[in-house]
């Protein structure tokens, strides 16, 4: 069974920085891909960041170099910088293997002063 955990939401102030962690149960270079999702209140799930094996990075439109994706044999790291209100949302993360999507339960990450 996979599991996937995520650490380090919390209230951040704007302009802030923080960073996201998603510590996998197995090693993370057995997956295709791993990957950073948000989700605000009354909307879709989004793409924030996925890094796949080979070390691709891909990022969502909105991120705008404000966000970096990372990892080690076992974590997937999410830097965020420059914090804004309309980054506060649940960050998922993400680990796909072949047909298998696998996610964990997701940290809050709220913005505000």
């Known amino acids: 069974q996979v599991q996937l955990a995520e650490f380090g939401g919390g209230l951040v102030q704007p302009g802030g920085s923080l960073r996201l962690s998603c510590k996998v149960s197995?090693?993370?270079?057995?997956?295709?891909?791993m990957g950073w999702y948000r989700q605000a209140p009354g909307k879709e799930r989004e793409l924030v960041a996925t890094?796949?094996?080979?070390?691709i990075r891909d990022y969502g439109d909105f991120t705008k170099g404000r966000f970096t994706i990372t990892r080690d044999e076992n974590t997937v790291y999410l830097d965020i910088y420059s914090l804004k209100p309309e980054d506060s949302a649940v960050y998922y993360c993400?680990?796909?293997?072949?047909?298998?999507?696998?996610w964990g339960q997701g940290t809050q990450v709220t913005v505000s002063s």
């Open positions: 197995e090693s993370i270079f057995d997956f295709s891909a």
């Open positions: 890094i796949s094996v080979g070390g």
């Open positions: 993400n680990a796909r293997r072949q047909s298998k999507t696998y």
